[in-house]
């Protein structure tokens, strides 16, 4: 999905039209892109504006910067831009006036920059293979290089790209083609080698580590190595919370470190080529990708907008060709530096995007019922929007009110919240009517007492007795109750099918009426804990059509490889005895759908152990039908079954086939037609 999303927010934002010129300083303008957010479902979704483009500064004062890599701003709006391109450090104003430079004839090859509020100033030069520091004045204060002590790695290089320091003066730092982690280095003795911090992980298969447990040295070291990734970018928040981002973690491309080193973020929803990381305002954070694109995650990783996008060449103000760190600004604006453009685009967050950031800063400080009245500014502007949603159901379920919080959270999909506010619910129901229930319960065990008991003396029940075993000696009934006994003895239920005709087509399609009837009502009224397609969305005809192919697929398939192989089922036989091995799913399906609608999800269990028991016995009920219909030994068995799937795979190739040249071909006749028509109009 994550690739998906991306794709598409490119495409539109590729094609976009607004086609604005930029001068030195760009005043505000209308968004030349689209700003996203993914909803409960996972899908991605156009939202309103969350960050206009509010200007651009292409110069520091008379001065032009070249390839700049890195910048970072400061609380009092102080910021320094480090100038690759001229080996130097630039310091201006948010209007992008100069203040000074510093850095000419020490840095060679700066890469990374961090400031201190103190206004000290860490450089990250991977040519000199060092870090500097600068004092608030611009002089250089001190060098630290390459940790000398083994546990570094005795020939592990020093080649600092990123840095970034925390109160106590701890730089961590990202060097290049080091994979053990940030370094970690304490400012004390010139410089002492703390360890390594937040390293990645490696990813390996089970099939991996078999394959390179067979191979030899020598053709293991043709494979690729499997080494951890290196960190791209890093930040800081105020509570010495580091963020890192990498390309190619997957959930692992953000991450939030905690002194440990233990990763306490999950973001479902990233870029695969992130280029930096800040942190903002409201316990949120933002991720911005080398083409452009800027994602924001509130504190639990969960994606709010995406917005932004590459400039085609157009020169649009919003747009970036080469994205290289992201810093916000303490009014929220959010500062881009592009390193191709040379310049700084800045955004500035829409009335809704306030909304949202104020009730996010209410909801973390507990204060639940005064973040209701920004969300509720949010929903009114786009009540689809789900993260507000959810918000708001996490909100009344803070202020225990149960059924809001319900409504809201499955508005969202948060299930979650609708799993603690239906425990709730559930329980405060229970405790008010389990006196009633006991009661009922026990009045109904004394008239089943007192029925039967009538019944011994006055036969009360013979009539109803007569009637249901009138029904039961009819011929359909027996062949629909023969499932009972089908899934019980399945090898003598088969032989009943195959030599006595317990059953017919009509009882069998009348079970797999049955089963479609409940695969239905499974798929779009079962609880919603558990429900895996989009509220309100219905597709039944091609439910049933795609059921009833699939029978008819296997069945056939089935039949045609045990002809060829000395099979002795008709394909009546084989028909039957498999609809009939789907009993389990006619008798335990109502059962689970009503116990979807009562569980929450400390208690799916339930659920999931009962679909897994009937899909096992389904799965036991079909290779017994296929062995005992056609009188195979296990072996072949376990033959047929593979030569049925491989035939299986076979037909969709060829259906896929057809269906391509079909298409085609139609193409070409609809072409004909148009060209007949167009020359007789003329």
């Not at 206004?119 to 002089?139: C, L, M």
């Not at 190595?225 to 509570?239: G, L, Q, R, V, Y």
């Not at 209410?362 to 009245?373: N, Q």
């Not at 023969?482 to 009509?506: A, Q, T």
Request: aromatic share 12%; hydrophobic share 45%.
């Amino acid at each position: 999905m994550k690739k998906k999303l991306i794709k598409v927010i490119a495409a539109i934002a590729a094609s976009a039209v607004i086609a604005i010129g930029i001068t030195e300083i760009t005043a505000k303008a209308d968004a030349p892109y689209k700003t996203y957010t993914v909803d409960g479902y996972g899908a991605a979704c156009e939202t309103q504006t969350a960050y206009l483009p509010y200007e651009t500064i292409t110069k520091i004062g008379d001065e032009t910067l070249n390839a700049p890599t890195d910048f970072t701003l400061l609380d009092d709006g102080t910021m320094y831009i480090l100038d690759s391109g001229n080996a130097r450090v630039v310091v201006s104003d948010l209007e992008g006036n100069l203040v000074r430079t510093f850095g000419e004839g020490i840095l060679v090859a700066p890469r990374g920059i961090y400031v201190t509020k103190e206004h000290v100033t860490y450089v990250a030069d991977r040519d000199a293979k060092s870090i500097f520091v600068f004092d608030e004045n611009g002089k250089l204060q001190n060098t630290y290089g390459r940790p000398d002590v083994p546990m570094y790695g005795e020939t592990q290089d020093f080649l600092p790209l990123k840095i970034i320091v925390n109160e106590a003066g701890t730089m961590y730092v990202i060097c290049e083609s080091n994979t053990n982690g940030v370094v970690e280095i304490s400012p004390v003795e010139d410089g002492t080698f703390l360890g390594y911090f937040g390293t990645n992980m490696t990813n390996s298969s089970l099939i991996n580590i078999i394959w390179r447990a067979v191979l030899t040295d020598a053709q293991r070291a043709k494979m690729r190595s499997n080494i951890p990734s290196t960190p791209d970018n890093m930040a800081i928040d105020d509570k010495g919370i580091i963020y890192t981002v990498t390309r190619g973690e997957g959930e692992g491309t953000v991450k939030r470190l905690n002194i440990a080193g233990v990763n306490m973020l999950k973001a479902s929803d990233y870029d695969t080529v992130p280029a930096a990381i800040a942190t903002g305002n409201h316990d949120n954070c933002f991720v911005v990708s080398q083409q452009g694109f800027i994602y924001e995650y509130n504190n639990e990783g969960e994606l709010l907008f995406v917005f932004g996008g590459k400039d085609d060449g157009q020169l649009r103000i919003g747009l970036s060709t080469k994205a290289e760190a992201i810093q916000v600004g303490t009014d929220d604006k959010i500062y881009v530096l592009d390193s191709d453009k040379a310049q700084i685009q800045i955004y500035e967050p829409t009335e809704f995007t306030n909304y949202l950031h104020n009730a996010l800063y209410l909801f973390s400080k507990g204060r639940y019922k005064e973040s209701k009245t920004p969300l509720l500014e949010v929903l009114e502007m786009n009540n689809l929007f789900d993260y507000a949603n959810k918000a708001m159901g996490k909100a009344l379920y803070k202020e225990e009110d149960y059924n809001g919080a319900l409504h809201y959270a499955k508005l969202s999909k948060d299930l979650d919240t609708y799993s603690d506010a239906f425990w709730e619910i559930r329980n405060n129901w229970l405790r008010k009517n389990l006196s009633a229930i006991v009661i009922i319960i026990i009045c109904l065990l004394i008239l089943k007492f007192l029925v039967k008991k009538l019944d011994e003396k006055k036969k009360i029940l013979d009539g109803p007795r007569k009637v249901i075993g009138r029904f039961k000696e009819k011929k359909l009934s027996k062949e629909l109750g023969y499932m009972f006994y089908f899934i019980r003895h399945p090898i003598d239920g088969c032989y009943g099918i195959k030599w006595e005709n317990r059953v017919s087509v009509l009882s069998s399609n009348i079970i797999l009426l049955a089963v479609i009837v409940l695969y239905i009502i499974n798929k779009y009224f079962c609880g919603f804990l558990f429900k895996t397609v989009r509220e309100g969305s219905f597709d039944v005809v091609s439910d049933i059509g795609m059921i009833i192919i699939a029978l008819l697929l296997v069945v056939g398939c089935n039949y045609l490889m045990c002809t060829i192989n000395d099979g002795e089922g008709r394909f009546k036989h084989i028909y039957c005895s498999f609809i009939y091995s789907f009993s389990p799913f006619v008798i335990i399906m109502p059962f689970i759908i009503l116990l979807s609608h009562v569980v929450t999800y400390n208690e799916q269990f339930f659920v999931t152990f009962g679909r897994f028991c009937m899909i096992v016995w389904i799965a036991v009920l079909l290779v017994i039908s296929i062995r005992e219909i056609n009188q195979y030994t296990v072996g072949e068995t376990a033959k047929i079954i593979f030569l049925t799937v491989f035939t299986i795979l076979i037909v969709c190739l060829i259906a896929f086939i057809l269906y391509v040249l079909w298409a085609q071909v139609f193409d070409f006749l609809q072409s004909v037609v148009r060209e007949v028509v167009y020359k007789i109009g003329s």
